[in-house]
C-alpha cells in the first residue's frame, strides 16, 4: 500500500512472531467474476487456537486499502460499524465466541490491479498471485501461512468470455445460471494457507496428458494458454512428467491431487506460483518453441516447471510458519530444481551456471545495502526478500546439509522432515533438526548460515612436508561486516579438497578417497595430510562445496595445470575464471595508469590447448572460454571502474579472437550442423560452442565475419541461432547492418510477445553509443506496453543491469532514466518498481562522481512522495548511514 510521505511504514521482526489466535477450518469462496467489478463473499469457520495463551485477543484479519467492505456476518448476524475496527490494512473484531462462522463480502476491481498481486487481469483473463500477502487483496483473512485450512470455491462469469474456470483441487460442481453465466465449484482436499489460493478465469485452451505415479494412481496433466500458444507447450508437459518421476525416485514423494494444471499468462511480476494443483506460469517460463524459444529459454522452462511442482512438497505439503522462514521452502526447492536439471542435463555446467550467478549478484547483495541472512530477521516489506540469498544462498546451505552428511544420510533427513512435518507450517530450525535427527550430528553451528548475512572469505596456504611427506593445508576465515550485521561468528564451512601429483594424478587422500571434504569451524584450522609422496597441487573447494570467496596463491601455471589435469569438472572451469581474473585485474590497474595494455600469451595458450582438446564436452568449452562478466568483475572490484572494465574485457576478447580467429572458424564449422532441431544437451552443447566462436569472430571486426553472421541470421532454422546472430550484429559497431536485422527480426516475429521482448532486450544491451535513446524510443514504440512486466524487465531493467556503459554514462542520463521509471512504477507495479531500484542501490561503489550523481536520483526518488512500502524500504537501506 502506498504510505503517506510523513508516515514511516514499520518493521516486522521475526523475534515478535505469535501464533495466531484463532485457527481456520473451512474456507468458502464465492466469486461473481464481472467487467466493472468482483465481488467475493468468503465463509469462514473460525475456532480459537488452542496453543495461544490469551483467550482474549481478538480476531485480526488482513485486509488491503482497496478492498471494499460490503457486508460483514457472524452466524447469520450482520455486524454494524460498532462491532469492529479498520486499522490500516487490518480489520479487528474483539469479543468473540471460542468457533464461529464469518461471513464477508466484498467488492474488488481486479480490471484495475496494476500491482498484479491478488486478483487482476491479464490480456483479459483473470488470475491470481496470492504469494505473499496478496490474499488480502481479495477478501478480510488471517492472511499469514501458518493458518491452514481446506478451501472451497465457486465461481460464476459469462460463460461466453470466461469459458474456462479453475481454482485449486478437484472439480466437483457446475452449470450454467441465467444471463449467458456459468459457474463451477472446486474443491481443495488439503489444508493450505491462503497464499496458495488460485483462481483462472479465462478464454483458454489447453494440452493435456496423463502420469501415473508409482503407487499406480493416474493423474491428469492440464497446461493452459491462449490459443495462438497452443504449439508451445509441449516441451513443459514433458519437463513436467519427468519432474514428477524425479521426485519419486530422487526424494519419494508422490503427487497427491488427481489434476495437476499450469496456466499461461503474459502478465506477472515474477517466474511462476505453485498454487496448490493449479501452478500459475509466467508465459516466458512455460512457452517453448524451436522457433521461437532460445537454448537457455527451454532450460529455464525445464526447471521453473520442475521448481513448482516440486514444491507440491516442500513448500504446500510442510510450509512455512512466517516468512521470515521463506528459504524452508525457497532454498530447499531451488536446490531440488537445480539437482533436476543437472541429472537431465551436463551436471557440471549446470553447477558453473548456478555459481556464476551466485558469485555475481548474490555476492553482491550481501555486499549491499540489501544485506540479509538466509532467514532475515527482520523486514519492511516482504516481496523484497524473494531474493538471491534466500533462494541461491539458501539453496547452497541446503547443498552444504548434503555435502556434510552424504546424500544417502541426507534422504533419511528430507524423509523425516516429510513424515515430520507434513501439513505443518514450519521453521528452517525444524528442517535442520530432521538433518540432525537423521544423522546424529549437533547441526548448531552449521545454523550460522541461516542467521549471518555476509560472504565468507576463506584464505588457505598449503605446506608441505618432503621430510615426512606431509601436507599441511591452513585455512583462515573470516566475514566482512554487513549492512545489516557487523561482527560474525565462524561458520561451518565444508572445504572439499583433492590433491593432484604434477603428472595430473589424483594422490589418494587419508581415507583412500580423492576427493575430502574437511569440516573448517574455527577462524584459524589446519589440515593435514599424510602419505603424500611429492609436493601437490591443491583442487579446492570442489563442484564448489560452500558459498564462499576463495583465496589461494595458485601461480597462472597451477592453473592452467588444474585446467587441464583437475578431476572435478567445476574447478577445471574456475581455474579458468581465475587466471582470466587475475590477468583482466592486472590489465584494469594499467588502463587506469594509462599503460599501454598487452594481453600475455599464457591465456591465449591456455584457450588454444581448451580448443583443440577434442575429448572435452563442448558445453564446458564453451563455458571455459567465456571471459569473466563485466558484472562479475564489477563484483570483485573495490570500486567500480565501468570504463576500465568494460575496454579491458573489450580488449582481452578482440585479441583473443584475432590469435585464435582460424580456430574458431573452424570450430564455428564443425559445429554448424543441419539437423533438425533438439533442446538436448549435447545439442545445445554445440549450438553454445558455435555461436561463441561466432562471437569471437565478429569481435576481430572483420567484415567476412560479419557475413557468416548475416548468413546464420537468415538462414538459421531456430530461435538460439537466430537470436545469436542478431545479438552480435547488433551489438557491433557495423551499424546498416544492425538496424537491417533489427527490422526484418520485427517483422518476422511482431506478433510472438515473447520474441519481441528478446528483440527489445537486443536493443537495451547494445554497447554502442546512444542505447539510452534508442530505448527511449522504443518505451513509445507499439511493441511496448508500460504495465507489463516482460516487457518493462526486457527494456529497462536489461539497459540498467546489462549494459554498463550506456547506463553509466558519466553525464549521468542513465541513473536519471532510471528514477523517473521508478518513479512512476512506484505507485503502478511497486514489486517491480523495487526490483528495478537493484543497480542504482550499488552507488557506494562507484567512483566519487557517479556515486553522487546515483544517490543524488535515490534522493529524488524519495522525495517525490508517495512512497510504497516496496520502494521505501530499499531507498531508505540503500541511503542509510
Ligand atoms: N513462490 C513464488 C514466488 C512468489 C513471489 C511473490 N512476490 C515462486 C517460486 O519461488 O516458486
Ligand atoms: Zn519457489
Given at each position: 500500500m502506498n504510505q503517506p510521505a510523513t508516515e514511516q511504514p514499520s518493521v516486522i521482526y521475526l523475534k515478535d512472531y505469535e501464533a495466531p489466535a484463532f485457527l481456520v477450518e473451512q474456507t468458502d469462496l464465492r466469486f461473481e467474476l464481472e467487467e466493472e467489478q468482483t465481488l467475493v463473499r468468503s465463509q469462514v469457520r473460525y475456532s480459537r487456537n488452542p496453543g495461544c495463551v490469551s483467550r482474549q485477543r481478538p480476531l485480526v484479519l488482513d485486509g488491503h486499502e482497496s478492498l471494499e467492505l460490503q457486508r460483514l456476518s457472524i452466524d447469520g448476524e450482520v455486524l454494524s460499524a460498532q462491532d469492529y475496527r479498520r486499522e490500516g490494512e487490518q480489520l479487528v473484531i474483539p469479543d468473540l465466541p471460542d468457533s464461529f462462522t464469518l461471513e464477508c463480502v466484498t467488492r474488488i476491481e481486479p480490471q484495475n490491479n496494476t500491482a498484479l498481486e491478488g486478483l487482476y487481469k491479464s490480456d483479459g483473463m483473470f488470475c491470481t498471485q496470492c504469494e505473499a500477502e496478496g490474499f488480502r487483496r481479495i477478501t478480510f483473512y488471517q492472511?499469514?501461512?501458518?493458518v491452514m485450512g481446506l478451501f472451497e470455491t465457486t465461481i460464476v462469469a459469462d460463460k461466453q468470455r470466461y469459458p474456462v474456470l479453475l481454482s485449486n483441487g478437484n472439480l466437483v460442481d457446475g452449470g450454467d445460471e441465467e444471463g449467458g453465466k456459468h459457474w463451477v465449484r472446486w474443491q481443495d482436499p488439503f489444508p493450505k494457507p491462503a497464499y496458495l489460493f488460485a483462481l483462472v478465469g479465462g478464454d483458454l485452451e489447453y494440452v493435456e496428458d496423463r502420469y501415473t505415479t508409482c503407487s499406480g494412481r493416474q493423474i491428469a496433466l492440464k497446461i493452459f494458454a491462449e490459443a495462438k500458444d497452443l504449439d508451445k507447450l509441449e516441451y513443459a508437459m514433458t519437463s513436467l512428467k519427468q519432474s514428477m518421476q524425479w521426485d519419486e525416485q530422487v526424494y519419494g514423494r508422490e503427487y497427491d491431487l488427481d489434476i495437476f494444471m499450469i496456466v499461461a499468462v503474459d502478465f506477472f511480476n515474477m517466474g511462476a506460483m505453485e498454487n496448490k494443483g493449479l501452478n500459475i506460469f509466467n508465459t516466458s517460463c512455460v512457452l517453448a518453441h524451436p522457433k521461437t524459444t532460445v537454448d537457455t529459454g527451454f532450460q529455464r522452462v525445464e526447471g521453473v516447471v520442475a521448481h513448482e511442482y516440486f514444491h507440491n512438497w516442500s513448500g504446500n505439503r510442510v510450509t512455512c510458519r512466517d516468512w521470515f522462514q521463506l528459504s524452508l521452502k525457497e532454498g530447499f526447492t531451488v536446490f531440488r530444481d537445480a539437482e533436476f536439471s543437472a541429472d537431465m542435463n551436463s551436471r557440471t555446467v549446470k553447477r558453473i551456471e548456478d555459481v556464476t550467478l551466485l558469485r555475481t549478484a548474490q555476492f553482491a547483495e550481501d555486499a549491499g545495502p540489501m544485506a540479509h541472512p538466509v532467514r532475515p530477521a527482520s523486514f519492511i516489506e516482504i516481496s523484497n526478500f524473494y531474493t538471491l540469498t534466500v533462494y541461491e544462498k539458501g539453496c547452497e546451505v541446503v547443498r552444504m546439509l548434503r555435502t556434510l552428511l552424504g546424500a544417502e544420510t541426507f534422504r533419511k533427513g528430507s524423509d523425516l522432515y516429510f513424515d515430520r512435518h507434513d501439513g505443518q507450517a514450519v521453521t528452517t530450525d525444524d528442517f535442520v533438526q530432521a538433518m540432525a535427527d537423521a544423522s546424529g550430528r549437533d547441526m548448531s553451528r552449521f545454523k550460522l548460515w541461516y542467521s549471518q548475512s555476509g560472504t565468507p572469505q576463506l584464505s588457505i596456504s598449503g605446506e608441505y612436508d618432503a621430510e615426512h611427506q606431509r601436507y599441511t593445508l591452513h585455512m583462515h576465515q573470516s566475514c566482512p561486516a554487513s549492512a545489516d550485521m557487523a561482527t560474525k561468528q565462524p561458520f561451518l564451512i565444508p572445504v572439499a579438497v583433492g590433491l593432484l601429483d604434477p603428472q595430473g594424478g589424483e594422490i589418494p587422500l587419508n581415507d583412500g578417497a580423492t576427493t575430502e571434504v574437511l569440516e573448517l569451524i574455527a577462524a584459524e584450522q589446519s589440515f593435514v595430510f599424510e602419505n603424500i609422496p611429492v609436493e601437490p597441487i591443491p583442487s579446492l573447494l570442489r563442484d564448489f562445496s560452500a558459498p564462499v570467496k576463495l583465496q589461494f596463491p595458485y601461480s597462472s601455471e597451477q592453473l592452467v595445470f588444474l585446467m587441464q589435469h583437475d578431476s572435478d569438472g567445476f574447478n577445471r572451469w574456475d581455474a579458468a575464471q581465475q587466471l582470466a581474473v587475475g590477468i583482466m585485474s592486472g590489465l584494469i590497474g594499467d588502463y587506469q595508469q594509462g599503460r599501454e595494455l598487452r594481453l600475455e600469451p599464457a591465456l591465449i595458450r591456455a584457450y588454444e590447448q581448451v580448443l583443440s582438446n577434442q575429448g572435452l564436452d563442448k558445453a564446458m568449452v564453451a563455458k571455459v572460454l567465456t571471459l569473466p562478466t563485466e558484472a562479475y568483475l564489477s563484483e570483485l572490484a573495490e570500486e567500480i571502474d565501468v570504463d576500465a572494465i568494460y575496454s579491458v574485457r573489450r580488449f582481452v576478447r578482440e585479441t583473443i579472437a584475432a590469435a585464435l580467429a582460424p580456430v574458431f572458424l573452424q570450430v564455428y564449422h564443425d559445429n554448424n550442423l543441419v539437423e533438425e532441431y533438439s533442446p538436448d544437451a549435447a545439442s545445445v552443447a554445440r549450438r553454445s560452442l558455435k555461436n561463441l566462436a561466432l562471437a569471437y569472430l565478429m569481435a576481430t571486426g572483420k567484415e567476412d565475419y560479419l557475413m557468416l553472421a548475416q548468413q546464420q541470421f537468415d538462414e538459421a532454422d531456430n530461435m538460439t541461432d537466430s537470436q545469436a546472430a542478431l545479438t552480435l550484429i547488433v551489438h557491433s559497431e557495423h551499424r546498416q547492418a544492425a538496424s537491417v536485422v533489427l527490422e526484418s527480426f520485427y517483422q518476422r516475429w511482431q506478433n510472438e510477445s515473447l520474441v519481441v521482448n528478446q528483440w527489445l532486450g537486443v536493443q537495451a544491451s547494445d554497447p554502442t553509443a546512444g542505447a539510452l535513446m534508442r530505448v527511449q524510443a522504443l518505451l513509445e514504440h507499439p511493441a511496448y506496453d508500460s504495465t507489463n512486466p516482460n516487457k518493462i524487465r526486457a527494456l529497462i531493467a536489461v539497459f540498467c543491469a546489462q549494459n554498463i556503459l550506456n547506463f553509466h554514462n558519466s553525464d549521468g542520463s542513465g541513473y536519471r532514466f532510471l528514477a523517473d521509471q521508478i518513479i512512476v512504477l512506484n505507485t503502478q507495479n511497486p514489486q517491480i518498481a523495487s526490483r528495478l531500484l537493484t543497480p542504482l542501490t550499488r552507488w557506494r561503489k562507484y567512483p566519487a562522481e557517479r556515486s553522487a550523481l546515483m544517490k543524488a536520483e535515490l534522493e529524488r526518488i524519495s522525495v517525490s512522495g508517495n512512497l510504497s512500502r516496496d520502494v521505501f524500504e530499499v531507498l531508505s537501506k540503500s541511503l542509510a548511514g
Amino acid at each position: 500500500m502506498n504510505q503517506p510521505a510523513t508516515e514511516q511504514p514499520s518493521v516486522i521482526y521475526l523475534k515478535d512472531y505469535e501464533a495466531p489466535a484463532f485457527l481456520v477450518e473451512q474456507t468458502d469462496l464465492r466469486f461473481e467474476l464481472e467487467e466493472e467489478q468482483t465481488l467475493v463473499r468468503s465463509q469462514v469457520r473460525y475456532s480459537r487456537n488452542p496453543g495461544c495463551v490469551s483467550r482474549q485477543r481478538p480476531l485480526v484479519l488482513d485486509g488491503h486499502e482497496s478492498l471494499e467492505l460490503q457486508r460483514l456476518s457472524i452466524d447469520g448476524e450482520v455486524l454494524s460499524a460498532q462491532d469492529y475496527r479498520r486499522e490500516g490494512e487490518q480489520l479487528v473484531i474483539p469479543d468473540l465466541p471460542d468457533s464461529f462462522t464469518l461471513e464477508c463480502v466484498t467488492r474488488i476491481e481486479p480490471q484495475n490491479n496494476t500491482a498484479l498481486e491478488g486478483l487482476y487481469k491479464s490480456d483479459g483473463m483473470f488470475c491470481t498471485q496470492c504469494e505473499a500477502e496478496g490474499f488480502r487483496r481479495i477478501t478480510f483473512y488471517q492472511d499469514r501461512p501458518d493458518v491452514m485450512g481446506l478451501f472451497e470455491t465457486t465461481i460464476v462469469a459469462d460463460k461466453q468470455r470466461y469459458p474456462v474456470l479453475l481454482s485449486n483441487g478437484n472439480l466437483v460442481d457446475g452449470g450454467d445460471e441465467e444471463g449467458g453465466k456459468h459457474w463451477v465449484r472446486w474443491q481443495d482436499p488439503f489444508p493450505k494457507p491462503a497464499y496458495l489460493f488460485a483462481l483462472v478465469g479465462g478464454d483458454l485452451e489447453y494440452v493435456e496428458d496423463r502420469y501415473t505415479t508409482c503407487s499406480g494412481r493416474q493423474i491428469a496433466l492440464k497446461i493452459f494458454a491462449e490459443a495462438k500458444d497452443l504449439d508451445k507447450l509441449e516441451y513443459a508437459m514433458t519437463s513436467l512428467k519427468q519432474s514428477m518421476q524425479w521426485d519419486e525416485q530422487v526424494y519419494g514423494r508422490e503427487y497427491d491431487l488427481d489434476i495437476f494444471m499450469i496456466v499461461a499468462v503474459d502478465f506477472f511480476n515474477m517466474g511462476a506460483m505453485e498454487n496448490k494443483g493449479l501452478n500459475i506460469f509466467n508465459t516466458s517460463c512455460v512457452l517453448a518453441h524451436p522457433k521461437t524459444t532460445v537454448d537457455t529459454g527451454f532450460q529455464r522452462v525445464e526447471g521453473v516447471v520442475a521448481h513448482e511442482y516440486f514444491h507440491n512438497w516442500s513448500g504446500n505439503r510442510v510450509t512455512c510458519r512466517d516468512w521470515f522462514q521463506l528459504s524452508l521452502k525457497e532454498g530447499f526447492t531451488v536446490f531440488r530444481d537445480a539437482e533436476f536439471s543437472a541429472d537431465m542435463n551436463s551436471r557440471t555446467v549446470k553447477r558453473i551456471e548456478d555459481v556464476t550467478l551466485l558469485r555475481t549478484a548474490q555476492f553482491a547483495e550481501d555486499a549491499g545495502p540489501m544485506a540479509h541472512p538466509v532467514r532475515p530477521a527482520s523486514f519492511i516489506e516482504i516481496s523484497n526478500f524473494y531474493t538471491l540469498t534466500v533462494y541461491e544462498k539458501g539453496c547452497e546451505v541446503v547443498r552444504m546439509l548434503r555435502t556434510l552428511l552424504g546424500a544417502e544420510t541426507f534422504r533419511k533427513g528430507s524423509d523425516l522432515y516429510f513424515d515430520r512435518h507434513d501439513g505443518q507450517a514450519v521453521t528452517t530450525d525444524d528442517f535442520v533438526q530432521a538433518m540432525a535427527d537423521a544423522s546424529g550430528r549437533d547441526m548448531s553451528r552449521f545454523k550460522l548460515w541461516y542467521s549471518q548475512s555476509g560472504t565468507p572469505q576463506l584464505s588457505i596456504s598449503g605446506e608441505y612436508d618432503a621430510e615426512h611427506q606431509r601436507y599441511t593445508l591452513h585455512m583462515h576465515q573470516s566475514c566482512p561486516a554487513s549492512a545489516d550485521m557487523a561482527t560474525k561468528q565462524p561458520f561451518l564451512i565444508p572445504v572439499a579438497v583433492g590433491l593432484l601429483d604434477p603428472q595430473g594424478g589424483e594422490i589418494p587422500l587419508n581415507d583412500g578417497a580423492t576427493t575430502e571434504v574437511l569440516e573448517l569451524i574455527a577462524a584459524e584450522q589446519s589440515f593435514v595430510f599424510e602419505n603424500i609422496p611429492v609436493e601437490p597441487i591443491p583442487s579446492l573447494l570442489r563442484d564448489f562445496s560452500a558459498p564462499v570467496k576463495l583465496q589461494f596463491p595458485y601461480s597462472s601455471e597451477q592453473l592452467v595445470f588444474l585446467m587441464q589435469h583437475d578431476s572435478d569438472g567445476f574447478n577445471r572451469w574456475d581455474a579458468a575464471q581465475q587466471l582470466a581474473v587475475g590477468i583482466m585485474s592486472g590489465l584494469i590497474g594499467d588502463y587506469q595508469q594509462g599503460r599501454e595494455l598487452r594481453l600475455e600469451p599464457a591465456l591465449i595458450r591456455a584457450y588454444e590447448q581448451v580448443l583443440s582438446n577434442q575429448g572435452l564436452d563442448k558445453a564446458m568449452v564453451a563455458k571455459v572460454l567465456t571471459l569473466p562478466t563485466e558484472a562479475y568483475l564489477s563484483e570483485l572490484a573495490e570500486e567500480i571502474d565501468v570504463d576500465a572494465i568494460y575496454s579491458v574485457r573489450r580488449f582481452v576478447r578482440e585479441t583473443i579472437a584475432a590469435a585464435l580467429a582460424p580456430v574458431f572458424l573452424q570450430v564455428y564449422h564443425d559445429n554448424n550442423l543441419v539437423e533438425e532441431y533438439s533442446p538436448d544437451a549435447a545439442s545445445v552443447a554445440r549450438r553454445s560452442l558455435k555461436n561463441l566462436a561466432l562471437a569471437y569472430l565478429m569481435a576481430t571486426g572483420k567484415e567476412d565475419y560479419l557475413m557468416l553472421a548475416q548468413q546464420q541470421f537468415d538462414e538459421a532454422d531456430n530461435m538460439t541461432d537466430s537470436q545469436a546472430a542478431l545479438t552480435l550484429i547488433v551489438h557491433s559497431e557495423h551499424r546498416q547492418a544492425a538496424s537491417v536485422v533489427l527490422e526484418s527480426f520485427y517483422q518476422r516475429w511482431q506478433n510472438e510477445s515473447l520474441v519481441v521482448n528478446q528483440w527489445l532486450g537486443v536493443q537495451a544491451s547494445d554497447p554502442t553509443a546512444g542505447a539510452l535513446m534508442r530505448v527511449q524510443a522504443l518505451l513509445e514504440h507499439p511493441a511496448y506496453d508500460s504495465t507489463n512486466p516482460n516487457k518493462i524487465r526486457a527494456l529497462i531493467a536489461v539497459f540498467c543491469a546489462q549494459n554498463i556503459l550506456n547506463f553509466h554514462n558519466s553525464d549521468g542520463s542513465g541513473y536519471r532514466f532510471l528514477a523517473d521509471q521508478i518513479i512512476v512504477l512506484n505507485t503502478q507495479n511497486p514489486q517491480i518498481a523495487s526490483r528495478l531500484l537493484t543497480p542504482l542501490t550499488r552507488w557506494r561503489k562507484y567512483p566519487a562522481e557517479r556515486s553522487a550523481l546515483m544517490k543524488a536520483e535515490l534522493e529524488r526518488i524519495s522525495v517525490s512522495g508517495n512512497l510504497s512500502r516496496d520502494v521505501f524500504e530499499v531507498l531508505s537501506k540503500s541511503l542509510a548511514g
